[in-house]
Every structure is written in C-alpha cells, then in structure tokens.
C-alpha cells in the first residue's frame, strides 16, 4: 500500500509538472475511511504561491449526474414514486403524447433512450427556463429507444426534470435534503457561489465574455443558463464530501442520517444494465476503462477534470479532482492520468 502511495503522489504531482491542471486533490479509502490522501500543485496558476488545498472547492461538472440525478432517481425508486420500466408517458404528463413518452427511465439511465445526443439549449430553445424545459421534454428522438448507447446529457436533464416533476421540488432543494444533508456532505450545492466560497475554488476555463477564468460559476453553459441548478452539471463540492458519498455506498452504516437511496439502488446500478449493447454500462455508471465488468470498478467523469472511482467487490472508492480545464479540452493528458490513477488504486 505504501508502495503504490507513493507512486499515486508521484503521477499526481507529474499531471502539475506536465501542466495536465494546475493542480489537484485526491483520496482512496474503503468504508471504514480515507486510507491516502493528498493535494499538489497551485489553486491558481496566477497566484502560484497559494496551493490546492484537500478543502478546495471544485465545479465537478458531470459528477452531478451522481451526486444530485443518479441518487435522487435512486430514492424515488426506491419509495416506490418511480417505475424504471415503464414508459414516461403513462405517469408524467409533460411527455404524454410526445416522443419521450415511450422512453423508460432505465434507458435514460442507460444512455440508451435515443434522445439527442448535444444539448444546444439557447440554439434551439432560446433562454427562457420555461420554454426550455418544454422543448427538451418535447423534442424528437434520435433514434429508438432501446437500440444503442450513446452518451448525452439530455438524459440527466430530463431525469432532473422528472425529480422536480415527482418530488414537488426544485432539484437543488431535493438533493440537499433527501441526499446531501443525511449524508453529511455539508459543503456540496449547487452554484453560483457566494463570494467567500468562490474564493475556495478552483479555477476553470477562461469565459471569454468576462476576460477571467470561471471561478465558483459552473463551467457548463447548460447549468449557466439554468441559472446553476439543473441535471447535466452546477454542483460543486469538495473531497471529504465525496468521500462520505462513496463509503455509504460500500457500507450504508456510515451515514449519520440515511438518505433517500439504499443498497438496492447500488447494487441495481453497479451491475451492467445494457444487456448485449456496448458501451457497457450500469445505471449512469459505467465500467473503469481497462477493467473486466465482473471486477465491478464503476467510474464516473465530469468535464471539468474530475472523477469518481468505485469497486463494491473490492471494498474500495477513489476519488481525483482536477481543474484541468484552466489549461486545455484536450482529454488525452487527462485520460492517460486517470487510467493509471485507477491502475493503481484498483490493481
């Protein structure tokens, strides 16, 4: 273990010296906790002399589709609000009679419900939350159901949207109380930040309207012009929050307060969901690049540079959050310290 600590440090640190991300925090643990830790690297690159901290504040980008879609889908389930095979249409008015009222939430869940594949919210829709909403719910499908996997995060945005639908709350009211409070996760939500926390987090992309990297404002144009809360991304929070997440997965004992989804809803998930369909997947979850399916590594990305690992046969979650789009979109560099990373964790 010591061994392969080391080695995390060293790769982790390289990712800052190749200029991957200015910099990053990571954690490896099981249910008990966090076995290693560590920070490198700069907050921001213009102010060297301040570093990453294991407190930082990061826009996690698509880890939202976890943290708030995933894990409220998972409590309506499981309550019995939500049938995953049946078709949308049959329950929720919004889409009766309209293309996604054939699709299931099982295949959203899958990316395999057909929906369009690119959001091009303000492209189609215009800037109106209202107008938006219904032309997502209302939109025709790519293909049919059921026929292939391909990523979109059309899927989590109508999932959040079915949330509100079920639930009779905003997603960021939801999350925070069926989810984020019970598990004592008290410093993830949604953005924007106020000025104090902004200040804790790590910079972004540059946002070409303002001249100044995005810092405590998702990065995600959706989210932006949602106003920060929807499904597809805006959540920002730090590591020991997404530690506690990950081990009430592997042992629901550890919350102080139980959360709205259980180990059903894991299990459900963490198994592959796509029958003969490639990519594999489970419930937005997926397979760990490089990983054997029956070894149940499960990832899940976000844009921005960040990363969630977890392997209920081995008793083990893993965590990597980076800002590398302060420097680039290019993925590869990324891809390649990611695949090592979980090598070494998961080895």
């Not at 919004?94 to 990316?111: D, F, I, K, S, Y």
């Not at 997502?136 to 059921?146: F, I, K, N, Q």
């Not at 972004?204 to 995600?220: N, Q, S, Y």
Request: glycine share 10%.
């Amino acid at each position: 273990m010591e061994d392969s600590t080391d080695r995390i440090k060293q790769l982790v640190a390289d990712g800052v010296r190749d200029k991957v991300y200015p910099g990053a925090v990571w954690a490896i643990g099981n249910a008990a906790g966090t076995k290693a830790a560590g920070a490198t690297g700069a907050l921001d690159p213009t102010a060297p002399n301040i570093p990453m901290q294991p407190d930082t504040l990061f826009d996690v980008a698509s880890l939202t589709k976890i943290l708030a879609v995933w894990s409220t889908i998972g409590a309506l389930w499981e309550n019995g609000s939500l049938p995953l095979d049946q078709p949308l249409g049959t329950f929720w008015p919004e889409v009766t009679g309209h293309p996604l009222g054939q699709v299931t939430a099982r295949q959203l869940l899958t990316h395999t419900a057909g929906v369009p594949l690119r959001a091009q919210l303000r492209n189609l829709y215009g800037t109106d939350p209202t107008t938006i909403r219904a032309g997502v719910l209302h939109e025709a499908l790519h293909r049919p159901p059921g026929e292939a996997v391909e990523y979109t995060d059309r899927a989590a945005l109508i999932l959040g949207y079915l949330a509100e639908h079920l639930s009779g709350q905003n997603l960021d009211q939801l999350t925070h109380t069926r989810i984020w409070q019970p598990l004592g996760m008290p410093h993830t939500r949604f953005g924007p930040l106020p000025s104090e926390l902004a200040a804790r987090c790590a910079p972004t992309e540059l946002d070409e309207d303002t001249g100044r990297h995005l810092k405590g404002t998702a990065h995600d144009f959706s989210a932006r012009l949602l106003g920060g809360v929807c499904g597809i991304a805006g959540t920002f929070s730090v590591l020991d929050d997404l530690a506690c997440f990950l081990r009430y997965m592997l042992d629901p004992t550890t919350a102080p307060t139980t959360p709205g989804f259980g180990p059903t809803w894991i299990e459900e998930s963490l198994s592959v969901q796509t029958g003969s369909l490639e990519p594999i997947r489970g419930l937005f979850w997926h397979p760990a690049p490089g990983t054997d399916p029956a070894d149940r590594t499960y990832v899940h990305y976000g844009f921005t540079g960040t990363g969630m690992w977890i392997s209920p046969k081995r008793g083990t979650w893993a965590v990597l959050l980076t800002n590398k789009l302060y420097y680039t979109r290019d993925r590869e560099p990324l891809t390649r310290i990611r695949n090592a990373f979980r090598g070494l964790v998961f080895s």
